[in-house]
């Protein structure tokens, strides 16, 4: 049998929101003796270690999962996601439309993603069942065209259109998916329950292969236009000048050599914290709690950027 301090402890870690709590306490049977449950293990208590409870951890995939869907199911269908609803404030999807691949297989490959990112919302939505935030307001018309900015890839007063043409679209994916997957490598330290452990390993392994194929089809189409290998290059710099002075983040390399699997002297890839990942998506060095993709913020209790500067 489970202690009553085990139960309250995994309740704590899982538990986003006082409420969140009390529900929990009083599906196990543990509400029931008033405050006394209550004093068993203090709500604060998985705070004391300074960790987000791994409720706030999946909340704050779920959002990104949410940008992510919406970017590949409306290049690929037009049309984005259908459940939105939860915790925060629901936001709108501003820009975003079908894109005329060119490629077939460039088309298949955006297909598979979109379904897997349409599959990852789902999954995240129904482990956290009524913990689980709203989709925010997202942006990929303004928010591309500053990145873009940003990066030198447009110039300042031109715009960038991620669903203009398959080779936009593969650059935008460029800017999402080695983001996704060091956000979910950044955070798996953090995850206290293993059955949520084994399915972020799952997720980020799937990230993974999202990246390696974008990665991948980027530097054949360099062998076409080997301006691309400059212009990734140019992507991956703005990104790493937004989450911090590390120079981690790196490109596809060039005609002559290829950098398709970034990591480190050993072989290993990094990871991003939350703020850093947020520092990425709302396009800002600073410690702030909206702009970019994500115009209102994200929901959830981790919405804050770091201060990158």
């Known amino acids: 049998m489970f202690t009553k301090q085990f139960l309250t402890t995994v309740i704590d870690r899982s538990a986003e929101t006082p409420l969140d709590r009390r529900k929990l306490l009083t599906m196990t049977g543990l509400a029931g003796a008033g405050t006394a449950a209550a004093m068993l293990v203090p709500a604060t208590a998985a705070s004391a270690a300074d960790a987000p409870s791994d409720a706030s951890i999946l909340n704050f995939a779920l959002n990104l999962e949410y940008l992510e869907a919406e970017f590949y199911l409306r290049a690929v269908t037009g049309r984005g996601l259908s459940a939105i609803d939860g915790n925060g404030t629901v936001g709108g999807v501003t820009g975003g439309r079908e894109v005329h691949f060119r490629t ?14 349409r599959a990852h919302v789902a999954f995240l939505r129904g482990a956290l069942a009524g913990a689980k935030v709203a989709r925010p307001a997202i942006n990929l018309r303004d ?31 460029f800017l999402f998916e080695d983001v996704g997957v060091t956000a979910y490598k950044g955070a798996a330290a953090f995850l206290s329950n293993k059955t949520y452990l084994d399915a972020a390993a799952g997720i980020l392994a799937v990230e993974a292969y999202h990246a390696g194929i974008i990665r991948s089809t980027l530097y054949a189409e360099g062998y076409h236009a080997s301006s691309i290998y400059h212009t990734v290059q140019k992507l991956s710099d703005a990104r790493d000048s937004l989450d911090g002075h590390s120079d981690d983040d790196q490109g596809i390399g060039s005609k002559k050599t290829g950098n398709l699997v970034p990591t480190d002297k050993n072989s290993i890839a ?10 990425i998506v709302y ?27």
């Open 270 to 279: 990094f990871g991003r914290t939350t703020g850093q990942v947020l520092n």
């Open 104 to 117: 077939k297989a460039i088309k298949n490959y955006a297909r598979e993603i979109a379904q897997d990112e």
């Open 143 to 173: 928010s591309f065209t500053a990145a873009a900015q940003a990066a030198g890839v447009v110039k300042k007063g031109q715009k960038f259109d991620a669903f203009a043409n398959e080779t936009n679209f593969l650059l935008a994916a």
């Open 283 to 309: 396009l800002n060095p600073a410690p702030v709690t909206k702009g970019g993709f994500f115009p209102a913020g994200v929901n959830g209790d981790i919405n804050t950027s770091a201060d990158s500067r």
